[in-house]
């Protein structure tokens, strides 16, 4: 599903260049539930958003289900995002003044899918995570572990073949981190690529498979 | 993209949920359009008032009296007096092809001097005019009873007179009918046979209507004019120029009256046609100030709204950066930010536009209703293509407002945005 072969990047700060990955060779078959761990400033996160076409890379090729992403303009870029990839965020990042059931319904917007179809699927996976009744709700109006199961929501409902969650437990107690993670393995239980960034180890221990990233190379893949 | 009701569901709610945000920048559209409407409301109101005050005569009219002549000739010593004579009507018109009507004219009294006519004990004072009938294509005053002066008036010296509303009213009784009355002039008494009003207003009106018209013929004989004519009107025929008519008619009349041909200043002369032309252009100029004035307040309300935009796009930055991560295209995004300026431009100008229509129509409405008469200021009206031309503007000035902030919002790497904090 993915593969990613002498992957490079590097950021400029100032004066000073950054090569935030080294020579980084991944391979994620479809359907493992994996997590990256590694400290803050190791370039997990870079990587994730490499992986999830948010970003760019200097050297080396990363294929998506076979797809070289590569160059690719904003618009391409955006129409793999929509199709392949679901995301999860560390912060939500719900839009505030739309319900619930509106922001788990986004994805499907920009699928042309039509209005009545995509509340009908937002309502439907919202009732697989328990939420139908907060479909009205604005997110403000929800606790941290209903927006982040929200999130997951609008992060499955175009169902995409991978997820990607960036630190999604960050911003949670650990009763609902618990509730999360066991929510994401569920989710891979249906056959689909969860990746998960993390730097907290008992999150990465409920996965099948933990790469461990420090100063941009894989010092750990377990 | 743009009948897609999907994207205006989004548009809708977008501006909802931001009601403040949106409210002011409509604002500023708002105004601008408005004020432009009245604004060319109130300059359509002045140009009809002052074309009203103008429609006394035909913009194609000439006037030409006599002065002291400047410069000898033949003979004659310059500062010489001379008079217009009946012969020169006759020579006008056989000679001058570009003339349509000639009216010679003479006068007797003026505007607000000693009392003049009188009838059963009540007396005014008023302008006598000796006249041809042609001068009703000139003066372009309304019969509102009788008859005006005819041929066979002046053939045979009748001594009939046509007055104006105002001595109707100075000599008169309310109600009676002044047909076939009497009135008396410089002790001469006239028959009434038709009574005039104008379309002037204020003082003009007033002066125009203490006018009463004798025939030309009869003036001559009851006051002792011999054959002098005090001056010409004139107009010229359709497709020649007024001026040029007016040069050779009096080339004419120099050659009648030993006057050196480059002496201009022994005539007096007054054209519409130049005066008119004149005024045109000072409304060509008051129109051009109007549109500038205009178009700046409305251009000051499109910055407004593309740098509320541009704050917005900013605050927005974000959830744009979400929207894109959840596959929203460049393209869509631009999309949904120039229509969202759009239609906030448009539906605030529109607004603009209606609110100001309608304080013209109302002001409009209310002068009328009230029979307020200004003087240089009447019916004011928004014409519908200035209303056209500048809704066009507005959502085009909209689109272009829309542009930049539009572009700001997909330049940001999706990464970058969605990591923002506001």
Redesign the interface.
Known sequence: MIRIQNLNKSYVVGNTEMHVLKNLEVHIQAGELVSIMGSSGSGKSTLL?II?I??SYDAGEYYLDNVLIKNLN??KA??L???LIG?V?QSF?L????NAMENVA??L???KV??KERNKRALAYLDKLGLLEWAEHMPNELSGGQQQRVAIA?AMV?EPKIILADEPTGALDSKTSHDVISLFREIHQTGITVIIVTHESDIAERTKRVIQIRDGAIIADV | MIFD??SW??II??LK??KLRSLMTAFGVFWGIFMLMVMLGTGTGLEHGVTQELSDRATNSVYIWTRKTSKPYQGFPRGRHYHFVNEDIEKIRRNIPGVEHLAPRNKLGSYRTTNNVVRKGKAGAFSIYGDYPAIQSILLQKITKGRFINHLDLQEKRKVAVIGSRVYKILFEKGDDPLGKYIQIRGVFFKVIGVFATNRSGDDEEEDTQTIFIPFTTFQHAFNYGNKVGWFAMTSEKGTSAAIVEEKVMALLARNHHIAPDDKRAFGRWNAEIEHNKIMDVFFGVEALIWFVGISTLLAGVIGVSNIMLIVVKERT??IG???????????IIGQIMLETISLTSIAGYAGLLAGVVMVEISSYFMAKGGIKMELFRNPEVDLNAATIALLVLIISGAIAGLIPAHQA?NI???DA?RTEI
């Open positions: 958003n999830g948010l970003d904003e618009s955006a129409r995002r929509n199709q995301f965020f990042n839009i505030s003044f739309k986004l994805p917007y920009y699928q039509s209005r609008r175009s | 009701q999907d569901q989004e709610s977008t949920k931001n974000r959830e979400i929207r894109r991560a959840l596959g929203a295209a460049p393209r869509s997909v790497k999706t990464v969605i």
